[in-house]
C-alpha cells in the first residue's frame, strides 16, 4: 500500500532520472525532467481527428477499441489481482497520536494508512497527506491552540475538517472480491485516490481491512496487462483530458505556508513551481509537508519554496513532463516502468500548458465515449 518533484534542477536530487524524447531539445538544461516519448519508438505523425459530423477515422476506431478493451479488463479482474504476492499493512487506531502517526509513516515509507476505532471493531476511513494539512491549516487558523498539537489525536480529524470549512473526501471502501471496475468508478465519484478493500469475518461479522489499493496501482496494473494501451495513440491536444486554465502556481521564494493555502482552498495535491517566464522549474506536493514536519516540527513551515524542496531525499527521480503532442500509449509505457502520480503538461520551451493527473487518466479510460454506466 506504499506510496511514493528538489529545489534548483542543478541540485543531485533533481537529477536521479534523466529522459529525453525522439524531439527533446526541450529538456535540455532540465536534467530532473523524464518525459514519456522518451520510453518509445520516435513519434510520428498523428492526424488530428475529424469533426464529429463525418465518420470515425481509423485512429478514433483504435482508441475506442483500446478504452473498451481496458474497461473489459476491469470488469472481470478483482481488486485482490492487483495485490502484490507479499505486502505490509499498516493501520492506525484512532485513538493515536497525531504525532505517533506522522513518524510511523515517515519510518515506513507510506503517505496513507487506513484507520480503525477499536470500541467499534470497525474500520474509521483512511489517514492520509491531506489531513495533515488540515491540522496545520487549523493551526496556523488557531495559533493560540498550537501548544495542544502534541496531544491532538486521530479521531479528531473529522472536527478540524469542519473547523477550516473543507469538504472532507467521502470514505469509500470496496470488497476484494468486487470487480475491479467498481473499484475504480467509486475511486471517481469520492475524489478518493486511493481505495481501502474490507473484507467481513465469516466467523465473527467483523469488518477486516485487507489492504488499500492505489490509482497508481491499478493504471500499472492496466499497462502491464492490456496490449492495447498501445492502440491510445491520439495526442493529447485532441482529448478532453488534463487541467489547462485557472492552474495554481508558486516561485521558489513562495513560503511554503502560502502553498499549504493552496492545497487546503482547492483540494489539490501539488502546485508547479515556475519562475517569472512561467517556465516550470519544480513540482512541491502534499508530500513534501511531511518531510518538513517529520519529528514534530513545524518550524519549516516558515521555510521558502526553494529552500523546502532542497531537504528532500538524494534519491528523489525528478518531476515527470509531457507535451500536447504526447500520447496515452507513451504514457501507460512511462506508468509500467516508472512510479508516476502526475505529470506536467508543457510546451518547447518548457513553459506551463497545464498538469495531468493519474485521476484524470482514470477517469479518461472509464468514461470516454461511455453513454449509460450503471453497471
Known amino acids: 500500500m506504499s506510496e511514493a518533484e528538489t529545489g534548483d534542477l542543478n541540485s543531485p536530487a533533481a537529477t536521479r532520472k534523466v529522459g529525453a524524447s525522439a524531439n ?20 510520428k505523425a498523428v492526424p488530428r481527428p475529424s469533426p464529429t459530423s463525418q465518420p470515425p477515422t481509423e485512429l478514433d476506431r483504435e482508441q475506442a477499441e483500446a478504452l473498451r478493451a481496458i474497461r473489459a479488463f476491469l470488469k472481470v479482474r478483482t481488486s485482490y489481482d492487483v ?14 497520536l497525531v504525532k505517533k502517526s506522522l513518524n510511523t509513516l515517515i519510518q515506513n515509507g507510506i503517505v496513507s494508512a487506513p484507520l480503525w476505532d477499536s470500541r467499534s471493531s470497525t474500520f474509521a476511513g483512511l489517514l492520509t497527506t491531506f489531513d495533515y494539512i488540515n491540522v496545520i491549516q487549523y493551526y496556523w487558523q488557531n495559533p ?20 477550516i470549512g473543507v469538504t472532507p473526501l467521502e470514505t469509500v471502501s470496496i470488497h476484494p472480491l468486487k470487480p475491479l471496475y467498481e473499484a475504480c468508478r467509486r475511486m471517481l465519484e469520492s475524489r478518493a485516490r486511493r481505495i481501502p478493500l474490507i473484507d467481513v469475518d465469516d466467523e465473527t461479522g467483523r469488518e477486516m481491512v485487507v489492504s488499500v489499493v492505489t490509482q497508481y496501482r491499478i493504471l500499472k496494473f492496466v499497462a502491464v496487462n492490456v496490449t492495447e494501451t498501445q492502440m491510445l495513440r491520439k495526442p493529447l491536444r485532441d482529448l478532453s483530458i488534463g487541467t489547462y486554465d485557472g492552474l495554481w502556481t508558486a516561485h521558489m521564494d513562495t513560503p511554503v505556508m502560502d502553498v499549504i ?21 519544480n513540482v512541491f506536493e502534499a508530500v513534501d509537508v511531511i518531510t518538513l514536519i517529520k519529528g514534530g516540527l513545524y ?13 528532500r531525499s538524494e534519491d528523489f527521480p525528478g518531476i515527470y513532463t509531457c507535451s500536447l503532442d ?4 507513451s504514457i501507460f509505457d512511462t506508468i509500467r516502468k516508472s512510479r508516476v502520480h502526475r505529470l506536467v503538461v508543457i510546451d518547447e520551451s518548457n513553459r506551463l ?14 468514461l470516454e465515449g461511455e453513454v449509460d454506466e450503471n453497471h
Request: no cysteine; glycine share 4%; net charge negative.
Open 83 to 96: 495485490l502484490p504476492l507479499s505486502f505490509r499493512l499498516i493501520i492506525f487506531d484512532t485513538t493515536l
Open 353 to 366: 500548458k497545464g498538469v495531468l493527473t493519474l485521476s484524470d487518466i482514470l477517469e479518461y479510460i472509464l
Open 24 to 43: 527533446s531539445s526541450a529538456v535540455v538544461g532540465h536534467e530532473g525532467f523524464v518525459q514519456p516519448s522518451s520510453y518509445l519508438r520516435p513519434k
Open 144 to 163: 493560540d491552540a498550537f501548544n495542544q498539537i502534541d496531544q491532538f489525536r486521530l479521531n479528531s480529524l473529522r472536527d478540524v475538517e469542519k473547523a
Open 299 to 311: 518550524d519549516d513551515l516558515t521555510l521558502s519554496i526553494g529552500d523546502a524542496l532542497s531537504k
Open 261 to 281: 493555502h493552496m492545497f487546503v482552498k482547492r483540494s489539490i495535491s501539488s502546485v508547479p513551481i515556475v519562475d517569472k517566464d512561467d517556465v516550470v522549474i
Open 326 to 329: 504526447d500520447r496515452l500509449d
